[in-house]
């Protein structure tokens, strides 16, 4: 007899290929948000779960949708609503590797900054699910390209941040244009009274769940460092240089400081990117790509450009600029610290930013734990570099590249070893590989003198 504990996947009512495919996955047990949730969710019920991005939430809601799927079906069964492209993205590329051991399930995003004409033929082409920002979702509806009339399950994905965003009336509209006896699951990291109106007025005897997070905010280690305007992006460098995280997200509280911050950096010889809200989409997508392959050192963002973007493997958090609004602190620090490993938080504060800090500690109802500057000494080891390259190719998904035929080209093509190989991003135009910077430039020639997927391509070093 084969023990089946508690958080096992085979405890609930899965379709057998699913259950293989998470074993596949890696899933071997569920997360609490999880184990809370996916018995009520794939019961049918309505329901409102408090979860952090990092929480597993995506395949809670998206094993409960998949169930209900008739692959057969060709129209619309699951619609989710998230609040900005870098999320929906994040949540369709995890929605298609669930959904991999089934039929053909046909998963189509649609955001803002695109042209609709693409997006209107993927939805002929015939979609079961659709993933896509609420703005974006209701010109589709109301142009009458995205119909909802076989929708069997309702998504509202970071429902506070979508509401912080504005969203509300886009929200009621599209909701307005689902069945009723869709099953509808919201998840929300916070409460505010919005989401209960929303609950009121579309959700039928929601069930409510919250997995206490006591195991997020003990392992991060927050450090307070005193300094002058004047000094500050020095401090910068010298915690860089000091503690050396592999990759560290510096907040700033405005677009100018964002920028002034990564001239000083790039100066002092470190690879720094800016991400601040009126960047292009092409120039943000390189960014975050680049930033997520461990390619660039450090990513200097404002909360609001900041929002969305899923950063596994963060190694510390700066403050370069204290927030006024605690609660915006405690969501910038909670981006460290993910999935057991411990997070380093640091924030640097002027006397005139006292007050705020202040604020922070009752918000917290902790005091800050303040240190020296003097304890802040370079290693020795050099300037502080990525470990890896990223080399971009001229094409993307229009020439149907996908990020196997790279690795290909890579591994039994250049002869590099899967280890080498980091992460590989395709977009629409173009294409981000990440490699270790010692195999870089070789690389790159390798890549220009062969092929992938039977032709020749272009790649260039950022
Ligand atoms: P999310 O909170 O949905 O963004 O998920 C965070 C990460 O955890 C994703 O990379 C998932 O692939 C992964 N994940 C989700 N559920 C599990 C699980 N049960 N076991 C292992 N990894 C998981």
Not at 88 to 94: F, G, H
Request: charged share 20%; hydrophobic share 40%.
């Amino acid at each position: 007899m084969t023990h089946i504990s508690a958080t096992s996947f085979d405890t609930l009512p899965l379709n057998p290929a699913t259950l293989d495919n998470l074993q596949q996955l890696g899933y071997l047990a569920m997360t609490p948000i999880q184990q809370a949730s996916l018995p009520t969710a794939l019961a049918g019920k309505d329901l409102i779960a408090q979860a952090q991005t990092g929480s597993g939430k995506t395949a809670a809601f998206g094993l409960a949708l998949l169930e209900r799927l008739n692959p057969r079906r060709f129209a619309v069964q699951a619609l989710v609503l998230c609040p900005t492209r870098e999320l929906a993205d994040q949540v369709a590329v995890e929605v298609r590797r669930l959904a991999r051991a089934l039929d053909n399930i046909k998963v189509v995003t649609l955001c803002g900054g695109v042209a609709l004409r693409g997006q209107r033929a993927s939805l002929e082409n015939g979609a079961h699910i659709v993933v896509g920002t609420p703005g974006r979702v209701m010109d589709h509806l109301a142009r009458g390209y995205l119909v909802l009339d076989a929708l069997g399950t309702l998504v509202l994905d970071e429902a506070d941040r979508m509401l912080d965003m504005g969203f509300l009336d886009d929200i009621v509209t599209v909701t307005k244009q689902c069945p009723p006896e869709r099953q509808t699951l919201l998840f929300s990291a916070t409460y505010p009274e919005g989401i209960d109106k929303l609950a009121k007025q579309f959700m039928r005897s929601p069930e409510q769940i919250t997995v206490a997070d006591n195991t997020e905010k003990s392992l991060i280690e927050q450090r307070f460092y005193e300094v002058t305007r004047p000094t500050r992006f020095d401090v910068v460098a010298k915690l860089l240089n000091h503690f050396r995280p592999i990759s560290t997200l510096a907040f700033c509280n405005t677009k100018q400081q964002c920028k002034d911050l990564v001239t000083y950096l790039q100066q002092q010889g470190f690879s720094a990117l800016a991400l601040y809200g009126e960047l292009e989409q092409r120039e943000r997508d390189q960014v975050l790509a680049q930033f997520a392959n461990r390619s660039a050192s450090v990513l200097v963002a404002t909360d609001v450009a900041s929002r969305g973007i899923d950063i596994k493997e963060l190694s510390a958090v700066i403050n370069v600029d204290i927030t006024p609004d605690p609660e915006v602190h405690v969501h910038r620090i909670g981006r460290t610290g993910r999935a057991g490993e411990t997070g380093l938080a640091f924030s640097l504060a002027a006397m005139y930013e006292m007050g705020a800090v202040g604020k922070i500690e009752k918000y917290q109802k902790q005091p800050s734990s303040w240190h020296k500057l003097d304890e802040l000494t370079p290693t020795g080891f050099g300037p502080l570099l990525p470990p890896m390259v990223t080399l971009q190719l001229l094409g993307g998904r229009k020439e149907k590249i996908r990020p196997g035929d790279v690795l290909g080209a890579l591994t039994a093509d250049a002869g590099f070893s899967r280890e080498q190989i980091g992460k590989i991003v395709v977009t629409e135009f173009t294409t981000f590989v990440a490699v270790q910077r010692d195999i870089a430039k070789e690389a790159m020639q390798k890549l220009n003198a062969g092929k992938v997927k039977g032709k020749s391509v272009r790649v260039r070093l950022i």
